[in-house]
């Protein structure tokens, strides 16, 4: 069956028309980073970046409450792609991409999980001193090797400081001991999927943000929708029954967008081909607007 086209309508415009070139009071960038040849999982090759961006015409740019229409004060600049994203060049290549982003805030659209040691890696530039790390992801990703299940290892390899690494939603049934235990070595601050029972969101987001920003660090956020509920993300292949709604997954982002340590998030573990019904790309252009509508609330 064919995509249903979207109907012209001046009175309601789409949040797609928030890409533009115009300057408002804040900017945040786009860049696609469609990893995919390292992932434990098969998985396809179609950019994920695309499917996104078009996804941001099945929505609106107004939310209720103060932040209104996010065109008032906010518009996003596409930066592009980068190419051939999991050659061993990408992280330069992606780093001259970066140059031109905006101030405010940067959306890395994946790719699998090793789009997080690509793009962190892109901005850190080997100054690791100045960055935190906070993870919303079912697992470690502290495997040995280079894959989609070793971004977090590698990053620390590279000399990103554990103290200043906080992995939120880590999930039972996810991990192995030998990595669990590699992790609690480390010093990685850990909060649980289960801790999502007892505390909101908002208030696990600002938890995660008060290590990983702490001596004014500048902090990378990895959203990997496999710490949501499986039949929420069919196109993650990894997600499990038992994760996180759809809702604690938007909460949680616009909590973490609020924050002006935090300058760049990516989304991560979307593979279209598998997606039903764009169940899981609709969900990633939602999390892309509340990240907005978060920086908008920076302002109030």
Do not use: K
Request: some cysteine; charged content about 25%; aromatic content about 4%.
């Amino acid at each position: 069956m064919g995509r249903v086209a979207t109907t012209h309508d001046p009175l309601w415009p789409p949040a797609s028309s928030l890409v533009t070139s115009e300057v408002r009071d804040r900017t945040v960038g786009l860049v696609g980073a469609s990893t995919y040849q390292t992932s434990l999982s098969p998985r396809s090759a179609t950019s994920t970046p695309d499917a996104v961006r078009a996804a941001l015409a099945r929505y609106s740019r107004w939310a209720e409450g103060e932040v209104g229409d996010l065109a008032e004060s906010l518009s996003v600049r596409d930066l592009g792609d980068v190419l051939s994203p999991d050659a061993s060049d990408a992280r330069e290549r992606l780093a001259t991409l970066l140059a031109g982003a905006p101030r405010d805030l940067t959306i890395v659209l994946g790719g699998d999980n090793a789009v997080t040691w690509l793009a962190l890696g892109a901005l850190a530039r080997d100054d690791w001193s100045t960055w935190g790390l906070v993870t919303l992801d079912a697992h470690l990703d502290l495997r040995d090797g280079r894959s989609n299940g070793s971004p977090v290892r590698q990053l620390l390899d590279e000399g990103l400081d554990p103290r200043a690494v906080v992995q939120v939603g880590i999930a039972d049934f996810a991990n192995s001991p030998a990595y669990a235990r590699r992790a609690r070595e480390s010093g990685l601050t850990l909060i649980p999927r289960r801790a999502f029972y007892d505390e909101s969101p908002e208030a696990l987001a600002r938890r995660a943000l008060a290590v990983a920003g702490a001596n004014a660090r500048r902090v990378y956020v990895d959203l990997d929708f496999d710490v949501v509920d499986r039949s929420v993300v069919p196109g993650c292949p990894a997600a499990a029954p038992g994760g996180l709604s759809a809702d604690e997954l938007r909460r949680f982002a616009r909590e973490i967008a609020r924050d002006e340590r935090v300058v760049m998030v990516d989304l991560a573990e979307i593979d279209v081909e598998r997606d039903v019904n764009e169940t899981t790309v609709r969900l990633a252009a939602l999390v892309v607007l509340e990240l907005l509508a978060g920086v908008v609330e920076r302002t109030r």
